[in-house]
């Protein structure tokens, strides 16, 4: 009878995240940050029917690089989460923190199976609070640890160099053009140090606006809101009366196109 062949679990974890950080770090990245009437969420996808930022509940959203399948079904159990969590109890029950809670257990039971292989999965929840003190965003890598980040995050492909440049230059109070445009010239790098131009059909943004008077703060720029805010236009708000009308054809605010769960995914796989 032969010797079954031996693998330390110290060895066997460290593989299996080898394994989920190189499928991770295949999709092409997410930023998240803080500016001054919310958080900003830029990433760089071509598709317009999958995204890889999207809606869970009134003042929280979420973000993932990595294969579509996998965090998609991690979306829908968070919007599940979500909306029994505020109708059993009260909508102002529903968190941030707790939604991190659940994607940690979920993420780190996977991690520690040896009956599956893990989530090549990395994601990042974030909250806004009525200040800009009370917003709260989390990034949780493969493993389901959870990582409490402040100001500015990075996830996917090359996050270390994305998440030292928006580091170095971000600062707070920065208007959605500003923090719009730090984050567009953070995805444009390259990891050998050239830069890229990303058109606004290249980029899916979104913003969580403590400012908006509807209970949902989620909101998607499209069309020519995001080519104005790109070009260092005045925000919407700040435009004279004939350019309003331009801005509200291409405003997610009106209306919502996304249920309490919006939409999940990116454009392929692993993208």
């Excluded at 890889?52 to 979306?75: C, M, P, Q, T, W």
């Excluded at 890229?196 to 720029?221: G, I, M, N, S, Y």
């Amino acid at each position: 009878m032969s010797t079954p062949f031996y693998v330390s679990p110290q060895q066997a974890m460290a593989d299996r995240a080898e394994f989920a950080r190189k499928g991770i770090a295949r999709g092409r990245s997410v930023v998240v940050l803080q500016y001054a009437d919310g958080i900003l969420f830029v990433a760089e996808n071509m598709s317009r029917a999958l995204h890889k930022i999207s809606e869970i509940y009134d003042r929280i959203a979420f973000a993932a690089v990595g294969k579509y399948n996998e965090f998609e079904n991690l979306r829908i159990v968070g919007v599940r989460y979500a909306d029994v969590r505020g109708y059993s109890y009260d909508r102002a029950d529903v968190n941030a923190r707790g939604l991190a809670n659940v994607y940690a257990q979920a993420l780190g039971n996977i991690f520690s199976s040896a009956a599956e292989k893990p989530y090549e999965v990395e994601l990042i929840v974030a909250e806004v609070g009525e200040e800009p003190e009370d917003d709260q965003i989390y990034r949780l890598p493969h493993d389901g640890s959870i990582v409490d980040e402040n100001a500015t995050v990075a996830i996917g492909g090359n996050a270390d160099q994305i998440g030292s440049y928006l580091t170095e230059r971000h600062v707070q109070g920065m208007s959605l053009g500003e923090a719009l445009r730090l984050a567009v010239d953070s995805l444009a790098r390259d990891s050998n140090g050239s830069e890229r131009t990303l058109t606004p059909e290249q980029l899916e943004v979104a913003v969580l606006d403590r400012t908006r008077p509807q209970q949902r703060k989620f909101k998607r720029v499209l069309g020519r809101q995001l080519a104005r805010l790109l070009e260092g236009a005045p925000a919407e708000g700040e435009q004279g009366p004939s350019e309003a009308g331009e801005d509200a054809a291409g405003s997610a605010d009106a209306p919502d196109t996304e249920g309490s769960g919006g939409s999940g995914g990116e454009g392929s796989a692993t993208d």
